[in-house]
């Protein structure tokens, strides 16, 4: 499958526990956005890669959350201290594009996260 | 006002039926445009894109209206297996000159026998 993956596909985990998601993207693309979707509602966009570099991060990040691309192919994305708040669906998505503009993005199959 | 706003439906049509939804913007310097599909419990994939032009892809219409700041997603002859939420993704210029992908809530669509 050369698709987008992601895992665990499920994480349930104590409040003020740390967890962290891995995403591995399409080989050839070098841009990976990270989003969280809640239920009733659309993605969220969280942080954004081309290649290792974080270009852009959502204001409403807080700071327990991290993200990294070290060499520009898999990303984490950390999540310190849940909080129930926290519970969604984690979506990891690539595309390619070396210029400005928006490429199509292919989403994984998401991590869903449970924060009791 | 939300940045992107789509009306969360159901929209509940018959098979054969006609059915258009809407998805409308704030950031008039928005550059690109998306329709994407989404079933349930599973993740977003690409319908269409949306060009200044608008495009065609059998079934399936999309249109961009900068001078109302709204896009549009035309579906003919709906089948069951359109029944899904559609989903519309803006992308403004982030304050990195980066472009940052902005989804509506998504419009729920029921196709019915």
């Known amino acids: 499958d050369t698709g987008v993956s992601q895992n665990p596909r499920h994480k349930i985990t104590k409040r003020g526990q740390n967890v962290t998601f891995r995403c591995d993207p399409i080989?050839?693309?070098?841009?990976l956005y990270w989003y969280r979707q809640t239920l009733g509602q659309g993605p969220e966009f969280l942080t954004y890669?081309?290649?290792?570099?974080?270009?852009?991060k959502s204001r409403l990040l807080s700071d327990r959350f991290s993200a990294e691309r070290p060499k520009g192919s898999f990303s984490t994305l950390e999540i310190q201290r849940t909080e129930q708040g926290d519970s969604a669906m984690y979506l990891c998505?690539?595309?390619?594009?070396?210029?400005?503009?928006?490429?199509?993005?292919?989403f994984g199959p998401g991590t869903r996260l449970t924060v009791l | 006002r939300k940045e992107v706003e789509q009306d969360p439906g159901p929209f509940n049509v018959p098979e054969g039926a006609t059915v258009a939804f809407n998805c409308t913007y704030s950031?008039?310097?928005?550059?690109?445009f998306f329709w994407y599909r989404q079933d349930c419990r599973k993740e977003p994939k690409l319908l269409m894109s949306?060009?200044?032009s608008g495009n065609e892809d059998g079934r399936f219409t999309a249109q961009l209206n900068r001078a109302s700041q709204y896009i549009s997603l035309l579906i003919r002859d709906s089948k069951l297996s359109d029944s899904a939420t559609y989903l519309c993704?803006?992308?403004?210029?982030?304050?990195?000159?980066?472009?940052?992908?902005?989804f509506g809530r998504g419009t729920s669509l029921i196709v019915h026998p």
């Open positions: 949306v060009y200044s």
């Open positions: 890669f081309q290649n290792e570099a974080q270009l852009e």
């Open positions: 950031n008039s310097a928005s550059q690109s």
């Open positions: 998505a690539s595309s390619s594009g070396t210029s400005g503009g928006m490429y199509t993005q292919y």
């Open positions: 993704v803006v992308n403004p210029v982030g304050a990195g000159g980066s472009y940052i992908p902005t």
């Open positions: 080989s050839e693309h070098n841009r």
